[in-house]
């Protein structure tokens, strides 16, 4: 059996630092992998060597903030538009004109804006979790999609995204709760769904009335690991990063709503998609509920060539259920993105 190797590299241009991994032919076709907060490009760990087995050109990098790539002091440092600016200038590093990009979570916004932003430097795009016309035309926009009789305007302003507005208004006693210990914070967040929970009102939806994440404590708790989403070594890795770098950069892709707005103002032909665009939607995300929210209906509409598949997973789907993505995304790009198959 031949064993895909992985490897680390950088691109480096005058006003940033792409740490990436990559694996696969270099001639193959390109699909970038971004991931979203907390995460690393390890969080591609599972994806990435499928795709090279098959002939693609995998490449994940570590986003801005993240990992051994570029680290910024301000909060507009970590808007969408610099963000996709990273993006660019890694595919043009690599060489290639066009990729398939797929995202999660944060990296979901970067790769909706790619499509609506440059459409040109796209063979197709795949996102978990995020739909689009949500999170990357910023918060306010994303609350006429809340489900109001689980979350009563009353009780919870801004539903399951209240935990953005504690960004917003606390940020440093946000940061200072994950930095206080990255290692039992990544413990605590990185968990396996379970059907049910979505019929009621998820954690995040608490925190501004409970001063903060876990509670208002001080400090993440320290809980079992889920190992059906990660491994102590892989858990390790992701701590080791955090601890270096800090919460500030990953916390910092919250403080940016009215500048992403106005962004997403600038997306392209009126900001409809025909790219070939599949979406991978979480039965069991707690916060990013697309079954009995319309959440994922307004992409139904600027999404002209859509592909939807449920997955029966929590909100980390690419380390949850690694091989229901990997047959998802293979088959996708077999039926809907025939060109770009590896020849």
Not at 16 to 39: Q, R
Not at 152 to 171: I, M, S
Request: charged fraction near 20%; charge should be negative; include cysteine.
């Amino acid at each position: 059996m031949t064993v895909t190797t992985i490897t680390e590299n950088v691109a480096k241009s005058a006003r940033h630092t792409s740490f990436y991994l990559e694996a696969g032919p270099e001639g193959g076709p390109l699909v970038i992998f971004v991931h979203g907060w907390p995460e690393l490009s390890l969080s591609w760990r599972h994806q990435l060597p499928v795709l090279a087995g098959l002939g693609f050109h995998a490449v994940a990098p570590d986003m801005r903030g993240y990992g051994g790539s570029s680290l910024y002091k301000r909060h507009s440092d970590y808007a969408q538009r610099e963000v996709v600016a990273d993006m660019i200038e890694l595919l043009d590093h690599l060489g290639h004109e066009k990729a398939v990009w797929v995202g999660h979570d944060w990296g979901s916004p970067t790769v909706w804006n790619i499509a609506s932003h440059h459409p040109e430097r796209c063979h197709a795009v795949a996102n978990l979790c995020i739909p689009y016309h949500t999170l990357e035309r910023g918060l306010d926009y994303c609350l006429q999609y809340i489900d109001r009789d689980l979350y009563p305007e009353e009780e919870f302003p801004a539903g399951q995204w209240e935990y953005v507005r504690f960004y917003e208004e606390n940020f440093d006693k946000a940061c200072s709760v994950f930095d206080a210990n990255p290692y039992n914070s990544v413990k605590a967040l990185f968990r396996k769904g379970k059907p049910g929970y979505t019929d009621r009102p998820a954690l995040t939806a608490y925190m501004r009335q409970t001063n903060g994440w876990y509670g208002g404590a001080d400090e993440a708790p320290d809980i079992p690991r889920d190992g059906d989403v990660i491994t102590e070594e892989d858990l390790r890795v992701y701590a080791a990063a955090l601890t270096r770098n800090g919460f500030f950069g990953p916390d910092s892709y919250y403080m940016n709503n009215p500048a992403n707005a106005d962004y997403a103002k600038e997306a392209v032909n009126g900001g409809y998609i025909d790219l070939p665009t599949l979406f991978l939607l979480a039965e069991y995300d707690y916060t990013a509920e697309c079954l009995r929210s319309p959440l994922a209906e307004p992409m139904k509409e600027y999404c002209r060539n859509l592909t939807i598949r449920n997955i029966k997973c929590g909100h980390w789907m690419a380390q949850e259920k690694p091989r229901e993505v990997n047959a998802a995304l293979i088959h996708w790009l077999a039926t809907s993105v025939p060109e770009v198959w590896p020849g």
